[in-house]
């Protein structure tokens, strides 16, 4: 059974730091991708950062670029979420999610954490 869980999201001010895990179970034999998912208030939900279990190069929304990173510690099952120089409208509570197929559409993950808030506020 895949169970996803997420921890590290909180309150920073604009042009801080934060880093988000993600820790899995069940992945050990699975072929596919865990995907960084967040959802603000009043928008839909998008994906921000993928990483392939064992292959695929990691995938990042335009608008998160240059700062954040997705990473992965196979020794320690988890999945990371590196965000620097942190904006307002990063704003959203973030979820970690796996699909065997990759997809970037959310509607194609199966597997999902309960989701952690990040708040970006001076």
């Known amino acids: 059974q895949v169970q996803l869980v997420e921890s590290g999201g909180g309150s920073v001010q604009p042009g801080g730091s934060l880093t988000l895990s993600c820790a899995t179970s069940g992945l050990t034999d699975y072929v596919g991708c865990v995907t960084w998912f967040r959802q603000a208030p009043g928008k839909e939900r998008e994906a921000v950062a993928r990483?392939?279990?064992?292959?695929?190069?990691?995938y990042y929304t335009d608008s998160v670029k240059g700062r954040f990173t997705v990473s992965r510690d196979t020794s320690k099952d988890t999945v990371y979420l590196q965000m620097n120089s942190l904006k307002p409208e990063d704003t959203a509570v973030y979820y970690c999610?796996?699909?065997?197929?990759?997809?970037?559409?959310?509607?194609?993950?199966?597997?999902w954490g309960q989701g952690t808030q990040v708040t970006v506020s001076s």
């Open positions: 999610a796996a699909d065997p197929g990759c997809s970037a559409r959310d509607s194609d993950y199966v597997y």
């Open positions: 990483i392939g279990i064992r292959r695929w190069s990691p």
